[in-house]
């Protein structure tokens, strides 16, 4: 059974970093994308980045050049590094399996983690 568990969110100032994992179980990890996701309260849940399993990456526009997406497939592990922070990006983080083993696009799975709540005040 897949298994996601994120770690790494925290309280932030404005301007300041943070660096999300995502550790998975069940799966041949290097064999998917995988991908990050967030939601703010009363708002849909949103994409943020993905990484394919030849690491091609794809951001979402609100976070390009501030947020890197990354994978340890030694570690089975997912990684958000996540840089000049604002309090738009107030959310609960959550990481997600790619749909299909080896797919040079990114199409979201059904295996979610419990995520991670990231709050950045201004």
Not at 40 to 69: C, H, L, M, N, Q
Not at 86 to 97: M, R
Not at 98 to 116: E, I, K, N
Request: glycine share 12%; net charge positive; proline share 2%.
């Amino acid at each position: 059974q897949v298994h996601l568990v994120e770690s790494g969110g925290g309280l932030v100032q404005a301007g300041g970093s943070l660096r999300l994992s995502c550790a998975a179980s069940g799966l041949t990890f290097g064999r998917y994308a995988m991908g990050w996701f967030r939601q703010a309260p009363g708002k849909e849940r949103e994409f943020v980045a993905a990484i394919t399993w030849t690491s091609i990456t794809t951001y979402a526009d609100s976070v390009k050049g501030r947020f890197t997406i990354s994978r340890d497939n030694a570690k089975n592990t997912v990684y958000l590094q996540m840089n000049s922070l604002k309090p738009e990006d107030t959310a609960a983080y959550y990481c997600n399996v790619g749909r299909g083993m080896f797919s040079s696009t990114w199409v979201p799975g059904d295996y979610w983690g419990q995520g991670t709540q990231v709050t950045v005040s201004s």
